[in-house]
């Protein structure tokens, strides 16, 4: 006879699972490998630590530099009024939610948020996320059943790829900004006897090459082929179209979705979807991402509030921001650089080719001064440095940084 206790004794004494039946076999990756060695030789780029508030200068590890390696497009992270209103939100509100949106996690933040964020991007109405991720995610995995298919950008940032891969539909990639591409994908699948729905999905500022989508055309191949058009807006708003309106403003369409971040311009954390009243009513009863998590906590909607505010009427800000991309991309293209983004971006890859060389140069521009993000394989396929600029970057800031870039260039 047994019992409880001699079942868990069972469970201790049974020999070690053999490696290929163990889960944990495979942590032992090549991957892994070279992450320590990197790190081993000062040379790994990923998971430092950033002592003290993001600004165009940082200390970083006790030195000086000049931060181009952030997504505070408008340098709103340390505006004294955003930041009120997020101290504001706290005595108010507390530090959290502690529940869903569904349950007890909405505040009227959520619904100032989602008025204005529409208002905005020119759609009906809105819904708050607490991650951009789970905003591309919940959408993609309620409104992508059987027979329907997502056609994702093959640069698309991996939210909407993840978004079509755990849906029940089919994930299918175009050409990197080739509607043509799109064209052949989407007649293909039309011409199938029984296909389903289709939605395209695109970023409007790609995050890595900083380049924009063509939007007009995309628009027009989804509307030949009766596909409904998501477009994400992380990297455009507050940077690109009227007001930071967004890419889909710039390029004069009127897309069926639009999703945006608060973890960029918006200088704080969560993401929304705007589109028709009807979906954004549907995603609030099937969206899993939205209904089985804790509503972001109240400082970041009233930071995010605040910032969207400042956004749209301090235009300043969208001007100083897309002038210090274009001064810091000029400049690095006369250093000899491969600088790439559109000139309406805030993003300014640096393309190094190499995963190494890209390290190398990364800790060698850290030395003069200059901190980016390094980007590899298999978030791009040509390593690059990428390098980003807020609207409170100065002239001289952007001029120190192309001087760090002249001394470290031996390290390309
Ligand atoms: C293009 C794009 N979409 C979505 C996201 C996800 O946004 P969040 O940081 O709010 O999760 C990001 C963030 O890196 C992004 O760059």
Known sequence: MTGPDDERAGELTSPPPKPVDDVFAKVEDARVEQ??????????PFF??????????????????VMLGSNNYLGLTADPRVRQAAVDAVSRYGTGLTGSRLLNGTLPLHRQLE??????????????????????????????????????????????????RFSDGTLRAFRHNRPNSLRRGLRAWREQPDAGGLLVAVDGVYSMEGDLAPLADIAAACSEFGARLLVDEAHALGVVGPDGSGSAREAGI????????????????????????PVIDFLKVTCRPLLFTASGVPASLAAALEASRLARSESWRQEAVVANARRLRRGLRELGYDAGGDDRSAIVPVVVGDDWKAGTLWRALLEQGVYTNCAVAPAVSKALLR?????THTERDIDDALAGFEAAASAR
């Open 254 to 277: 009127r897309p069926d979705l639009v999703m945006g971040t608060f973890s960029k311009s918006l200088a704080s954390c969560g993401g929304f979807i705007a589109g028709p009243r």
């Open 48 to 65: 430092r630590e950033l002592r003290g508030e993001v600004g165009p200068r940082m200390i970083f590890e006790g030195k000086p530099v």
């Open 115 to 164: 008025e204005e964020l529409a208002d905005w991007v020119g759609l009906e109405a809105a819904l708050v996320f607490t991650t951009g991720y789970a905003a591309n995610l919940g959408l993609m995995v309620s409104l992508l059943g059987e027979g329907d298919a997502a056609f994702v950008d093959s640069a698309a940032h991996a939210s909407l790829v993840d978004g079509g």
């Open 35 to 44: 992450w320590h060695l990197a790190e081993s030789l000062g040379l790994l």
């Open 387 to 391: 390098t980003s600029v807020m609207a």
